[in-house]
């Protein structure tokens, strides 16, 4: 896929992850998509609520028929404490459990449908999706409504592989440790995560980067990003 001259939509633009892997393809001269609740800082901003089905249908609008090379999945939502010693399973709300599980794992699989043909009319386009460790087996995390989703779009990745391989669409899971986002540096200076090096962002952008550097002859299913110490 030649760089700059891409049409990528990053969902979950407007803060975080998702926010740097948007700034960074619009800087490169991408044409990118900037899904989100709140004000993206790059890209074209298309407002949406991806926990809703009105939310997927305004994406889906926005697009119209415009040709889509890269589907870059970066947004994700987890329990109230979580990752913190103030996490308690049986304190968390039903609508919570809902509520994470429609944003990591249900709008993925909605998204990608919806947008599998824009997708098609690439010549080598790829779905790329933001997991997370506590997905692999035998995690040792409590968080039941996030690790739950994120076992559930690891499978909804290999599913829509086959379901979608007549769109010749490039299907990958990034699974990472934390990275060093504004707000995982924060956690970790205020001592709500354990002291540690997180990922940086530059490997973590160089991951998707890479994946989307291949010819269309090849697929990733599945990338673990473990950070050191």
């Known amino acids: 896929m030649e760089s700059g001259k891409r049409k990528i939509v990053v969902i979950g633009a407007s803060r975080g992850i998702g926010a740097a892997v948007a700034q960074h393809f619009a800087q490169k001269g991408d044409s990118v998509f900037s899904i989100s609740r709140g004000q993206p800082i790059a890209g074209e901003w298309i407002q949406a609520d991806i926990s809703t089905p009105e939310g997927i249908k305004s994406i889906v609008s926005s697009i119209s028929e415009s040709t889509v090379d890269a589907l870059l999945f970066m947004g994700g939502v987890w329990e109230n404490g979580a990752f913190t010693k103030q996490y308690d399973f049986m304190k968390s709300p039903d609508e919570e459990t809902r509520f994470v599980i429609a944003v990591n794992t249900v709008a993925p699989i909605e998204i990608t449908k919806q947008l599998a043909r824009n997708l098609a009319k690439s010549n080598n386009p790829r779905a790329i999706f933001i997991g997370a460790l506590s997905g692999l087996d035998n995690s040792p995390t409590i968080e039941v409504a996030n690790t739950a989703s994120k076992f559930g779009l690891r499978g909804a990745a290999q599913s829509l592989r086959l379901a979608l391989r007549d769109y010749k669409i490039g299907i990958t899971v990034i699974n990472p440790g934390n990275i060093a986002t504004e707000e995982v540096i924060a956690d970790i200076e ?31 299913s599945e990338i673990n990003m473990y950070q050191k110490g």
Do not use: C, G, H
Request: net charge neutral.
């Open 190 to 220: 205020e001592s709500r995560f354990k002291r540690q090096i997180p990922i940086s962002l530059k490997d973590f952008i160089s991951a998707i980067e890479w994946i989307l550097s291949l010819s269309n002859t090849v697929d990733i």
